[in-house]
């Protein structure tokens, strides 16, 4: 169907930088010599197997380009990758954070030197209190798994300093996000896992089963990993603190919740909420984090050091970094990820209190208006509203055409969609996890929907276009666990005797 040609023409651009090389052709026009000419070293100091890439500097400019292609991002095109909300970051929060008081100041300058700074640090400390309907706010944990680290050594502390060393057992629904079974056995407790019931929501029985004596806490991921809001949260949160136990509220996703509910009404001791999802900061790639622990007033003089309060004397303001005075330590180095920070202030401040609650009503709204248009071509494990984000299963189509959630993600990259988030939660068998975020546009969902559509479609008329997919990208499909392994960063010359 496409003409030889053009495929000529696709593949020189997609070659190496090396194998665009053609000897003799240069990409850089030196000025005429102005300076004495001089004696090049002996020839054994010179290498000549160090091959260099000859190429002009249109070349070159070209095969920068297309690789920065290759990469995906929110701001090339839908990215509904459940859990992780890629929702639109606005430039504005960039700017400010750039700002050369922001940008140019050092951790380690007088705090009197950088009161700005120290400010935007304690009302963010402010706002997320507020936010959440907690006590304190300490901004230091580097990412979401961080501050789970942190609430989790913060409650340990507590139980020990009651002389309460037997309290080693946390619970975690099977709902919950896998960082928070990790940060609980770091932070030195053993894990039991309570089932959810058939409605997605904790089980209340298992529940009042595993409380006693030796129970430290529970955490729970709100909303769940199902996409649901946990009707018994009210009655899960007092069974564990009657019992004597510490409640974790995982809220690294907060976009259902915000300016609805706060966790702290629910009867949370301690949570962590990311600001690289909830608070619009550019993430995945491994950029920074920052995954702020928020106490409510049992934990609140355990937060880890340091934190920045103000201060008034005679009427002049001072801000000032401050150790609570139980606290667990340090978390991060100085004040964290403090570009993260002058982001998510930007956006708070920009958004303002109205704005902010229509995240949450645009974030649900739109999750949705997506499950009810798929729920006819996907399954849905579980019948019932959703939060930010919907759950399908492809059990149907593996069971009826061999087509499984891997191929349906695989041929989601063809039409130019990130993947949702694939086979997470791990208790809905073939899952497929969408988080369109409150940032899309109608037009963008509906496209989106008649995508997924075509997809299922596609799934009983000609099953191998999608086992086979994707078909337009560079690589297909890769051998995942080998590419993590032996990663094949370099160029390597093909002759030579490296490989
Ligand atoms: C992303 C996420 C985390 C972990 O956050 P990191 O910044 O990746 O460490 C924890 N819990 C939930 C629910 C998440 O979505």
């Not at 290498?47 to 991002?73: A, C, K």
């Not at 009651?162 to 309290?167: A, T, V, Y």
């Not at 991921?221 to 004597?244: E, H, M, Q, Y």
């Not at 071509?377 to 959703?386: A, G, I, K, N």
């Amino acid at each position: 169907m496409t003409s030889p040609l053009l495929s000529q023409l696709q593949q020189e651009s997609r070659k190496l930088l090396m194998d665009r090389s053609v000897e003799g052709r240069v990409g850089a026009t030196l000025p005429d010599l102005d300076v004495p000419e001089c004696e090049l070293p002996s020839t054994d100091l010179i290498r000549d197997d160090l091959p260099l890439p000859e190429v002009s500097e249109g070349e070159i400019v070209r095969y920068f380009t297309q690789i920065s292609q290759y990469n995906f991002s929110i701001d090339n095109n839908f990215y509904p990758l459940g859990s992780c909300t890629m929702k639109y970051n606005p430039k504005l929060n960039d700017l400010i954070a750039s700002m050369p008081g922001f940008s140019n100041i050092h951790p380690l300058q007088n705090d009197a030197t950088v009161q700005g700074a120290l400010q935007v640090v304690w009302e963010v400390q402010e706002y997320l209190t507020e936010i959440t309907g907690m006590a304190g706010t300490c901004l230091t944990p580097m990412a979401g798994a961080d501050g789970e680290l942190a609430g989790m050594l913060m409650a340990r502390a507590y139980h020990l300093d009651r002389g309460e060393d037997q309290r080693k057992v946390v619970l975690i629904p099977d709902s919950a996000h896998g960082t928070n079974p990790a940060s609980a056995v770091m932070a030195g407790f053993t894990v039991k896992t309570l089932p959810s019931d058939n409605e997605g929501n904790t089980d209340l029985d298992a529940l009042r089963e595993s409380v006693g004596e030796n129970l430290a806490g529970l955490m729970i991921t709100l909303p769940s990993t199902l996409g649901l809001f946990d009707r018994n949260i009210l009655d899960v949160t007092r069974i564990v603190r009657d019992a004597g136990g510490i409640v974790y509220g995982d809220g690294a996703n907060l976009n259902a919740l915000l300016g609805r509910v706060k966790m702290g009404d629910l009867g949370f001791d301690v949570i962590h909420s990311n600001l690289h999802k909830t608070f619009s900061t550019p993430h995945g790639g491994g950029g920074p984090g920052a995954g702020p622990v928020i106490a409510g007033p049992r934990l609140v003089d355990y937060l880890p050091s340091s934190l920045v309060c103000r201060e008034e004397d005679g009427g002049e303001v001072r801000f000032k970094q401050s150790t609570p005075e139980k606290s667990i330590g340090r978390m991060g180095a100085f004040q964290g990820n403090f570009g993260v920070l002058a982001r998510a202030f930007t956006y708070i401040r920009s958004l303002g209190g109205e704005g902010i609650r229509s995240i949450s009503d645009d974030a649900v709204i739109n999750a949705n208006y997506i499950l009810e248009k798929l729920k006819g071509s996907f399954d849905l494990p579980y019948e019932r509203v959703c939060m930010h984000e919907v759950v399908f299963s492809a059990r149907n189509l593996k069971n009826n055409c061999g087509v499984s959630a891997l191929d349906v993600a695989k041929r989601l990259i063809d039409y130019g969609v990130h993947p949702p988030t694939m086979y997470f939660p791990l208790i809905v068998e073939e899952a497929l996890m969408v988080e369109p975020t409150e940032t899309e546009s109608l037009e963008t969902l509906n496209t989106f929907i008649d995508i997924m559509r075509t997809i299922s479609e596609e799934a009983h008329s000609n099953p191998e276009l999608l086992h086979e997919a994707p078909h337009f990208t560079p690589n297909s499909r890769l051998d995942e666990a080998r590419a993590a392994r032996y990663p094949d960063l370099r160029w390597r010359p093909s002759h030579g005797d490296s490989e």
